[in-house]
């Protein structure tokens, strides 16, 4: 079997609003991370807060001054994309919070609407660059420790089709991402900092079955986003 690593997943979890069940492949679930504890502050500072025309409620990660990796669901449908950084409240004024409108987003070529396992990637690009000392993200933020798991594992629970080559599954025993958790980062934490492994893609049903989650491969989608991004790679 496959060596299993322990993982962060940082969600950024608002339970104003739930998600629409076309998020998931698999229907609908609560609007909240499973099993989820406390964040410490500035524990995860590059979580982003995506909402798509100021109502869907994703996750997403600060990847540079100018860009935010998010989920391609949370972007193809949407004009227009508020960024909460250093806050994970939707409409509470807080001092640390940098918020900022976008309106440029690249999701995959290769994302399927039908299929929302597949391809589920995208870039949204800022107007100007984010300051990167904007505070820390209050305790309010959630997140849990998964363990990723071989795909074979994870294909038991979805059957065929939705588990791909592409596709990161990472959950413990009824722990993990739920809705309004797309786009959210699946990191390895190292001396160096974090290291962003997954990109929170799709859930099983509901989200307190002992299923782990689907998460989009980062290093199978590396050099697309690497382009699109215009950045280098250390």
């Given at each position: 079997?496959?060596?299993?690593?322990?993982?962060?997943?940082?969600?950024?979890?608002?339970?104003?609003?739930?998600?629409?069940?076309?998020?998931?492949?698999?229907?609908?679930?609560?609007?909240?991370i499973?099993?989820?504890?406390?964040?410490?502050?500035?524990?995860?500072?590059?979580?982003?807060l995506?909402?798509?025309?100021?109502?869907?409620?994703?996750?997403?990660?600060?990847?540079?001054?100018?860009?935010?990796?998010?989920?391609?669901?949370?972007?193809?449908?949407?004009?227009?994309?508020?960024?909460?950084?250093?806050?994970v409240?939707?409409?509470?004024?807080?001092?640390?919070?940098?918020?900022?409108?976008?309106?440029?987003?690249?999701?995959?070529?290769?994302?399927?609407?039908?299929?929302?396992?597949?391809?589920?990637?995208?870039?949204?690009?800022?107007?100007?660059?984010?300051?990167?000392?904007?505070?820390?993200?209050?305790?309010?933020?959630?997140?849990?420790?998964?363990?990723?798991?071989?795909?074979?594992?994870?294909?038991?629970?979805?059957?065929?089709?939705?588990?791909?080559?592409?596709t990161?599954?990472?959950?413990n025993?009824?722990?993990?991402?739920?809705?309004?958790?797309?786009?959210?980062?699946?990191?390895?934490?190292?001396?160096?900092?974090?290291?962003?492994?997954?990109?929170?893609?799709?859930?099983?049903?509901?989200?307190?079955?002992?299923?782990?989650?689907?998460?989009?491969?980062?290093?199978?989608?590396?050099?697309?986003?690497?382009?699109?991004?215009?950045?280098?790679?250390?």
């Amino acid at each position: 079997m496959a060596t299993r690593s322990h993982c962060a997943l940082a969600a950024a979890l608002l339970v104003a609003m739930a998600a629409t069940s076309t998020q998931s492949p698999h229907g609908e679930g609560s609007a909240r991370i499973t099993d989820g504890k406390a964040a410490r502050l500035g524990q995860f500072p590059h979580q982003a807060l995506v909402l798509g025309d100021g109502t869907h409620i994703c996750g997403g990660s600060l990847i540079s001054k100018t860009t935010v990796l998010t989920a391609a669901s949370c972007t193809v449908k949407f004009d227009k994309f508020i960024i909460r950084l250093g806050s994970v409240h939707r409409t509470k004024n807080e001092t640390t919070a940098w918020i900022i409108a976008a309106h440029w987003a690249v999701a995959h070529p290769d994302f399927d609407t039908e299929a929302y396992s597949s391809h589920d990637v995208a870039v949204i690009f800022l107007p100007k660059e984010a300051p990167l000392s904007s505070g820390y993200i209050p305790d309010i933020l959630q997140y849990a420790e998964l363990t990723v798991v071989p795909n074979s594992v994870c294909e038991e629970g979805y059957g065929p089709g939705v588990v791909l080559e592409s596709t990161l599954c990472a959950g413990n025993k009824f722990k993990g991402i739920c809705l309004n958790d797309h786009g959210g980062a699946l990191v390895l934490k190292s001396k160096e900092g974090y290291k962003q492994i997954g990109v929170a893609s799709f859930i099983y049903d509901k989200c307190d079955v002992p299923i782990p989650g689907g998460f989009s491969r980062i290093t199978h989608f590396l050099d697309w986003i690497t382009k699109t991004v215009a950045i280098t790679v250390e």
